[in-house]
């Protein structure tokens, strides 16, 4: 199965794609990588996966066709400093810092990413593109 290249890409379009950690991802090109929803040890965040043509050691995801332009920019999908305050969040006990690293939109990307994660049917095709 051919896949597409990044040169037919579009900027924040949203992908299936086959990866290692997901099967949807938002093309970020400043990047060369699809944002994607991920889940590990019960903690769910955004990730990045390099287009397979970008690294010969690092390029894990083959987008397989369009799915829609998404709802963020590249300002969403940076990290910002902030404090609990300005996040809205309680400070926690156990935390000895009072500024920390955030997506800003990173719920809300999160619930559109799990949406077309539950979509598509098939996970991973048996044998990658």
């Known amino acids: 199965m051919d896949y597409l290249k990044v040169e037919e890409l579009k900027p924040y379009y949203t ?10 991802g938002i093309w970020r090109p400043e990047k060369g990588d699809f944002l994607l929803y991920r ?3 019960n903690d ?7 287009h397979w043509d970008l690294s010969d050691s ?16 590249a300002e969403d999908m940076e ?3 902030t404090t609990w305050e300005e996040a809205g969040l309680d400070k ?3 935390a000895h810092y009072d500024k920390f690293i955030r997506r ?10 799990k949406k077309w994660e539950d979509k598509i049917s098939d996970p991973h095709p048996k044998e990658a593109p």
Do not use: C, D, Q
């Open 15 to 24: 992908y299936r794609i086959h990866a290692r950690n997901g099967r949807v």
């Open 92 to 94: 926690p006990k156990w």
């Open 104 to 113: 800003p939109k990173e719920k809300e990307m999160l619930k559109y990413l």
């Open 44 to 50: 769910h965040y955004t990730f990045g996966e390099y």
């Open 79 to 81: 990290y910002v400093e």
């Open 39 to 41: 889940v590990k040890f």
């Open 58 to 73: 690092f390029g894990t995801a083959k987008p397989l066709e369009e799915l829609e332009k998404s709802p963020f920019t």
